[in-house]
């Protein structure tokens, strides 16, 4: 019993000890991002949180320094933040990475009141320069069909821009701005945007909203004789995305109504289409298409 006794309390007094040496030893939270959008400058601010949990610390007496290459740079405290330290780095022209640590040096004061000097360190922390980047679109909303530009840097040829999961027609325009066209998606959602490409893989653009457009349908009524065939006309204001654009036609009078299935063509505006009459009867047509509102077209057979 007393050796189990005696094992606990050495349990007990080991665990305190870490606890009380390990909340004295300060802690580094990097701020700075891993991948860093390049700059004409080459300039960027390695920043750090650090907390020093000793409370026998002379505040006055912390410095805190970034060391980059072998190179010590004192790091500047934040006058609001007073636990946010950071410094400006210039990276040597001919690299893009560099690899560095944060240290803290502070004094404190002893129980028998003499002072003590520590030194402590961050891991070693590694960043990235990121020549290709996407900077905003032209637009955050608009209807089906329409342009919509893509501003950035590092761009080409080969990216692609993705919109809700569909990927849309996009052209090149120059290594600092794309153009999608608005793929046929249901309106009043907002759709993440995605660059697709490069060596990182997909980038996140924003969210863009697809509002709803109107969808011409001429004639705005039908009249035809049992047997007989007309033609119907569908428009929309902007041309046809990648795919084409899908029609939908219902009617409440199946029977009556013979027309094969519509399609807007990529790069078109209109399709005609033709309808002929079937058994007598009296109804209407209900049109829609993704993106856009539907349109009610009464109709007639005798």
């Not at 700059?39 to 390695?46: A, H, Q, V």
Request: hydrophobic share 35%; proline share 6%; aromatic share 8%.
């Amino acid at each position: 019993m007393n050796i189990i006794l005696k094992l606990l309390a050495f349990l007990t007094l080991s665990a305190s000890l870490f606890i009380f040496t390990s909340c004295k030893r300060p802690s580094f939270i990097n701020l700075t991002a891993t991948n860093i959008s390049q700059n004409p400058s080459g300039i960027y601010t390695l920043q750090t949180e650090i907390d020093i949990q000793d409370r026998k610390v002379q505040k006055d007496s912390i410095k805190v320094s970034a060391i980059v290459g072998g190179e010590s740079i004192p790091m500047v405290k934040d006058p609001v933040n007073t636990f946010l330290w950071s410094c400006d780095y210039k990276l040597p022209s001919g690299f893009d990475e560099a690899t560095y640590y944060f240290e803290a040096e502070y004094i404190t004061t002893q129980d028998n009141g003499n002072q003590a000097e520590r030194l402590v360190k961050s891991e070693l922390q590694v960043f990235r320069l990121e020549n290709r980047y996407v900077g905003n679109l032209a637009s955050y909303r608009g209807p089906v069909g329409a342009e919509i530009a893509v501003q950035g840097r590092g761009l080409t040829k080969y990216d692609s821009i993705v919109l809700g999961g569909e990927e849309t027609s996009t052209r090149y325009l120059s290594e600092n701005e794309l153009r999608f066209n608005i793929p046929p998606l249901p309106a009043g959602i907002d759709y993440p945007v995605q660059l697709i490409g490069g060596p990182h893989g997909a980038l996140d653009v924003g969210n863009f909203r697809i509002d709803e457009s109107m969808l011409g349908v001429v004639p705005s009524a039908l009249e035809i004789q049992s047997g007989d065939s007309a033609t119907i006309l569908f428009k929309i204001d902007y041309e046809a995305p990648s795919g084409g654009i899908s029609i939908d036609v219902k009617t409440n009078i199946p029977s009556s109504v013979i027309m094969p299935e519509a399609l807007i063509s990529e790069g078109d505006k209109t399709v005609n289409i033709p309808i002929r009459g079937g058994e007598p009867g009296e109804g209407k047509l209900i049109v829609t298409a993704p993106g856009y509102d539907s349109v009610e077209v009464p109709i007639r057979v005798f």
